[in-house]
């Protein structure tokens, strides 16, 4: 079976752009979770969907977005893009509610922001 | 203080050894604690979980979590060259339909032949 997939899987953006990254979960899976990692730590949670509904948000700026379409798959959205998103972008997904804490991770989209 | 502290190494062992990574965190409420496994730019690969209090084994692998020190464990025996990443403890409260994970810095491994 395939796991999570995302793409791109390398951007080079510039300060100001917008930019999507897009994530489909494993064959079954209704939840999507996105994380930005930045080098040197752990990621960092910023969005959580289920059944097309946000069900948590993490600390960060109005610029980043998502959605979650019908056939589960997710798209992130940053906009106003700052040196500081540069960062690996990582998709997550899980069964459902109840089942966060057997999440699985893509291979996460690598954002630069020159 | 952050909720979750993880000594970020490095840590270099030689092949064979049993290896000992570590977790602190602060906050009495979390539930479910993970160690996911991280090669060079790849995405976390989720080694395994724990609820609760206890400790958990799948091969080579051990979890320990002790709630009343909010200390967790990974031991990993016999360790192989293939063990070489960098290893993330993350922890969650599963309140309700929302549980995230919050992560630890990760610690990297080097397991030399």
Redesign the interface.
Known sequence: DAG?TQSPTHLIKTRGQQVTLRCSPISGHKSV?W?QQVL??????IF?Y?EKEE??R?NFPDRFSARQFPNYSSELNVNALLLGDSALY?C?S?LG????????????T?LTVT | QKE?E?D?GPLSVPEGAIVSLNCTYSNSAFQ?F?W?RQYS??????LM?T?SSGNKEDGRFTAQVDKSSKYISLFIRDSQPSDSATY?C?M?V?R???????????TKLSVKP
């Open positions: 999570v979770s994380y040197g730590q752990g990621p960092q949670f959580q289920y069900r948590g993490g990582l997550a899980s509610p109840g089942s966060q804490y057997e999440q699985y991770f893509g291979p996460g690598r | 979750v993880q970020p479910y993970m996911y730019r790849k995405g976390p690969e989720l979980y609820y993330l993350a969650s599963m309700g339909s929302q549980g995230n994970l919050i992560f630890g810095k990760g």
